[in-house]
């Protein structure tokens, strides 16, 4: 494993995943989801784990994508249904909007935090004259770095909607990781990717990411797992990563 150190002779950039990384949402997306899929496996399977089925099948991805993805892992089929259908309702569409409205209310309610450590991380990135990346498959991503009051720390950010209008797969595919590099003018070789989510990990690797940064808070099985699936570094919190040097200024 390397040294948890972001380079800046070498790297230019950094794109962070926003929920579990920058905004401490994640908790409350799984909660969501439990509400939502717990209510339709009622009579049909056993209820959603919080953690497991959260971890391995919906974190990460595009919300229609979880749907589908752990639904698949209990052997259930249910219809596409499509955006208009009642949220609840026992279609793809129809649980992902009703995990939507719940999320968002939640946030509408108690607020948005971001964690420390990554908000020290990116003031110290853009200090050295890094540029900074925000990426959600989430339809919300700008509104939570803007309700978190980071949204200033970020020069691109690229979520679910971007994804919509631009057609783009969800991860692991790496197409939102590299439309944020393309939209700053660099090379994913000589930009960073922070997430939490083994999609996002994954993804990081498949876009030939010069330096993949896995944050992981629920002990060394999951860091195990991760630097397995193409993590340079594994860290608890980003308060453990360093930076080293400083990007210089492109010359005309």
Do not use: C
């Not at 453990?240 to 200024?249: A, D, K």
């Amino acid at each position: 494993m390397n040294e948890p150190v972001i380079d800046l002779a070498s790297i230019g950039a950094v794109v962070f995943d926003i929920d579990g990384v920058v905004t401490d949402t994640a908790r409350g997306h799984a909660a969501a989801w439990k509400h939502v899929f717990d209510a339709f496996l009622r009579g049909r399977s056993e209820p959603f784990d919080i953690r497991d089925d959260y971890l391995r099948h919906v974190d990460g991805r595009p919300r229609l994508d979880g749907v589908r993805t752990f639904l698949a892992s209990r052997g259930i089929a249910v219809p596409e249904g499509g955006p208009d259908d009642e949220p609840g309702a026992p279609t793809v569409h129809g649980l992902g909007l009703a995990k939507d409205q719940i999320f968002i209310a939640q946030v509408d309610k108690y607020g948005v935090a971001a964690f420390p450590a990554t908000v020290a991380l990116l003031h110290e990135l853009r200090r050295r004259g890094a540029r900074t990346a925000a990426v959600s498959a989430s339809l919300h991503g700008r509104r939570l770095v803007t309700a978190a009051g980071v949204a200033h720390l970020f020069d691109v950010v690229v979520d679910g909607g971007d994804a919509a209008l631009m057609n783009l797969p969800g991860k692991p595919d790496p197409a939102l990781f590299l439309e944020a590099v393309r939209r700053l003018a660099l090379p994913a070789g000589r930009a960073s990717v922070v997430d939490a989510a083994l999609p996002g990990v994954q993804a990081g690797g498949k876009g030939g990411f010069g330096l993949v940064v896995a944050v992981t808070r629920d002990g060394p099985g999951d860091a195990a797992a991760l630097a397995g699936h193409g993590a340079h570094v594994v860290v608890p919190d980003l308060g453990e990563l360093s930076v080293r040097g400083r990007v210089l200024p492109l010359r005309a």
